[in-house]
């Protein structure tokens, strides 16, 4: 790293590979940098390494190689409670023997902090997370979005710059995860917080981060904010991972900067923009989101290749239509509608046309 602007370099992952057992690297070679205020999510299916990163990053695990800075100051060898690091944990534990103040209390009696000045944070902590009137409490009183709010509390109140949470909404249900979602950002965002925050759950990471690692077996695949993420994924895997997506198979027929040419499988021609394939005759994954595809033909260049499809599914959800085709040869071929006035809904069994620009079509890696 050669910058030593440590605003934009807060957190550094400098080269670092991990191993358990002293062969296998479950994390491979990370270099990542964290900007100050930054909310960075590590996203990627299970065993991927993200707890690794989060506990190698908090203390409790150690690099096998590389170095870990924050603020500048290599901190391989400082113990976790000395790094000044709150953490939520995957299965959030709050002490069932105390209440809930003083379980936010114990972190800073740890640090000798005198009971006034315990009692002032513990306060405001708690009133960050609107649970300023449950302090007597004990967890077990409380539900569990209510406990999920107090282990977040206890993660802010000796007022850390650096927060690192692992799959925090994991046991909440559906409707308290999302408002969960939204609280913890707007938190952070008014404290100026740098979060560090690991889930499996993609929805949750581009809605709350300002940008998003996703992991495959110990790699970042790709590092970028959330709307160049599911809009731009450099490779199949993360254009799999992230959001819903059609993909057909085929080879490339002709190619140039902005533009290649694709022959499906089954003959037929579709546009697309070259990603990571370069030469005439290199095969591909095509992928294009169920929300890019145009039946209409008016609303496709007058030039544009289409495909044509049999209807054989109409889906009502509500604020969506969900149609499922067969084309090319498959028969899982998505698009999505908007609910609206103008919006025509599909029958099964009708013939169509569909296309769409060729930018919202990336030809991947096969
Ligand atoms: N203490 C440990 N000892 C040995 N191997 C471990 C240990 N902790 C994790 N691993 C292995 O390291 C790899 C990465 O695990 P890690 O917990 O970092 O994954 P994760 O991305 O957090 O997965 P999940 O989404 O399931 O929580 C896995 O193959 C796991 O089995
Ligand atoms: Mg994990």
Known sequence: MVSTNTDDHFVVFDGVQKSYDGENLVVKDLNLSIAKGEFLTMLGPSGSGKTTCLMMLAGFETATNGAIRLGGKEINNIPPHKRGIGMVFQNYALFPHMTVAENLSFPLEVRKMGKAEREKKVQRALDMVQMGAFGGRRPAQLSGGQQQRIALARALVFEAELVLMDEPLGALDKQLR???????????????????????????????????????????????????LYEQPKNSFVAQFIGENNTLMGKVEQINKDLAVVRLDNGDLIDTVPVNVSNVGERTLVSIRPERVEFNRERLLPDAHTLKAEVLEFIYMGDIYRTRLRVAGKEDFIVKTRNAPDQRRLQPGEMIEIGWRPQDCRALDA
């Open 178 to 228: 999302e408002h969960m979602q939204f609280e913890i950002k707007h938190i952070a965002d008014n404290l100026g917080i740098t979060v560090v925050y690991v889930t499996h759950d993609q929805t949750e990471a581009l809605t709350m981060s300002d940008r998003v690692a996703v992991f495959e077996d110990g790699r970042i695949q790709q590092l970028a904010p959330p709307d160049e």
